[in-house]
């Protein structure tokens, strides 16, 4: 890809100048004092970008979304226990599979591709079949869906069930308030809306999950072990010296600089940002025909079908050629026939680069053959 290809898939995502100038860094210390403090600072920033108070623990790890989907699967459940997946496309599957691993049994709730689960098909199978956990992605990357992620928290915390929230591709652009809705674990990666490279996995664990990984009987490989890392980020977030495994010393500080950026614009404002986004750009997608895959669709990406006749493959070349970076589709179901654009993160504050988008989707789809009228839907974007 040219570097002046415009990055638009739903992760990684472009980056603002000042996280660019600080992932180039030089490296430092692990017990550096600066690094100290600024590592102490993404632990509090992680909590305060999730809404999380002080008695959560903050976690951020080399990895990326499913080492930390893994972490989540082998520290809350012991071989033997029921677990409850929420199924709304590949990242539900993917769960489904690491928990079968642990030695679980797995049940699930899903729907048809391109819906969401309603709650209380969650609460319901809760009921029936008390298990240890519940699952559920916010929003499946392969899908466009989005889960009502507060009402499944809601209905987990009345029958005693622990519930863990994969946010890697909603979280700092979705709303979600871990305290207020009881969540017990919301983790991420570096390279969607939180506006990193990739190369982290992010996590935050509720004090009664923190009991749960104390009381598991199956001790889970070390390296992805809450209680391994708890006196490291405990530590470091005291200011004192710690090791483990060495930290990712140059992507931590940008870390901070990306946290920051969240921080000080506020999260309502950051949600609303996405929220109005998502709309505007679903305003412009629809008025050149498209028809959409997710009937619950998120703030982070719209998935939608290609339109008839249109080879999927020369599409998002000939979108390409027009100077922007789009995804096929994912999910297995219907990966040819669909396509995704991400729009989280800085590309949200910058009007230049959405319309940009919104041209090279619309032309690059004239350019294979599709009947699409472009300016239509940039009134259409302008119009919301
Ligand atoms: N969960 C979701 C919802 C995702 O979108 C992704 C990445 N697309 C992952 C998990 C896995 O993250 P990673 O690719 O960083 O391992």
Redesign the pocket.
Known sequence: MTSTSLLMI??PIEISDAVHRAAGARPVSHLDPVFKEHFGEVLRGLRSVFLAGEGYRSFVVAG????A?ESAAVNLVDPGHTVLVVNTGL?GDRMAEMLRRRGANVLQVGAAVGEAVPVDEVAEALREHRPRAVFA?H???STGVRLDVEGVARVAREQGVLSVF?G??AAAAEVFRMEAWGADVYYC?S?KAIGMP?GLALWVVSPRAMRAREALGSLPPLVMDWAAWEPIVRAYEEGRNAYFSTPPTTLIPALRVALGELVEEGMERVFERHARVASRMRAAFRAMGLRMLSQAPANTLTAMYWPDGVDGAAALGAIRARGVVVAGGLHPSCAAATFRVGHMGVVTRDERALVRTVRAVGEGLSDVGASVDVEAALRAFEGV
């Open positions: 739903p992760g990326g979304g499913t080492f989907m990242f992605t929003v499946d990357t994969d890697v591709c990666a390279q990739a």
